[in-house]
């Protein structure tokens, strides 16, 4: 008797754990591929909105265009020709999620204002503290994190240690491009 009782219990716990888990994407580089986890139950705005940009095919062909040491690698809006990509509307800042600016996250980069995201992210290239959720203010509200990179971290190593330059509006465009040739859920 406690054995078909604990089998079907053990079976549906399996199954709520399959359905429970967090979508991935894959993310196709000229200089390798990264596997993304995001955190779909964290930051679902975010996730809702980074997979439409990759269901309608927007990253596929933009380069990584800010890449600071050390810091962060950014990309999600300009194409090798440095002609930015067609964004959405922006998105509510879901900083305040529990979730920090670790090595290997990725986050929403935005402008000034809290709520300004659209299609722009970033890889955190080390602990990024200082861009974590204080408060509500446009100056404290931080970066939301709403991923991580499960597989291919020394890609970033090698995209983060490329030379950059200053080129127009870009204070750290690395020096030969480094292109997401697509990002697709697996």
Same mark, same amino acid.
């Given at each position: 008797?406690?054995?078909?009782?604990?089998?079907? #219990?053990?079976?549906s716990l399996l199954l709520l754990?399959? *359905?429970?888990?967090?979508?991935?994407?894959?993310?196709?580089?000229?200089?390798?591929?990264?596997?993304?986890?995001?955190?779909?139950?964290?930051?679902?705005?975010?996730?809702?909105?980074?997979?439409?940009?990759?269901?309608?095919?927007?990253?596929?062909?933009?380069?990584? *265009?800010?890449?600071?040491?050390?810091?962060? #690698? &950014?990309?999600?809006?300009?194409?090798?020709?440095?002609a930015p990509r067609k964004s959405?509307?922006?998105?509510?800042?879901?900083?305040?999620?529990?979730?920090?600016?670790?090595?290997?996250?990725?986050?929403?980069?935005?402008?000034?204002?809290?709520?300004?995201?659209?299609? &722009?992210?970033?890889?955190?290239?080390?602990?990024?503290?200082?861009?974590?959720?204080?408060?509500?203010?446009? &100056?404290?509200?931080?970066?939301?994190?709403?991923?991580?990179?499960?597989?291919?971290?020394?890609?970033?190593?090698?995209?983060?240690?490329?030379?950059? &330059?200053?080129r127009g509006v870009f204070p750290?465009?690395?020096?030969?491009?480094?292109?997401?040739?697509?990002?697709?859920?697996?």
């Amino acid at each position: 008797m406690f054995k078909r009782l604990i089998i079907p #219990i053990l079976f549906s716990l399996l199954l709520l754990e399959a *359905h429970a888990k967090n979508p991935t994407v894959l993310m196709k580089t000229n200089l390798g591929n990264l596997e993304i986890e995001l955190f779909e139950k964290k930051a679902p705005v975010t996730v809702k909105n980074f997979l439409s940009y990759v269901n309608d095919g927007t990253y596929n062909g933009t380069i990584f *265009h800010r890449v600071i040491k050390d810091f962060i #690698i &950014q990309g999600g809006n300009y194409d090798e020709l440095l002609a930015p990509r067609k964004s959405k509307a922006p998105i509510i800042n879901e900083a305040n999620n529990g979730l920090k600016n670790l090595k290997g996250t990725l986050s929403m980069a935005r402008r000034v204002g809290k709520d300004t995201a659209t299609n &722009q992210f970033f890889i955190n290239a080390r602990n990024n503290s200082v861009l974590d959720y204080v408060d509500k203010s446009d &100056q404290g509200s931080g970066y939301a994190v709403f991923g991580k990179v499960i597989k291919g971290i020394d890609i970033i190593e090698k995209i983060n240690n490329r030379p950059t &330059q200053r080129r127009g509006v870009f204070p750290k465009l690395p020096l030969k491009n480094i292109v997401i040739d697509s990002i697709t859920v697996k």
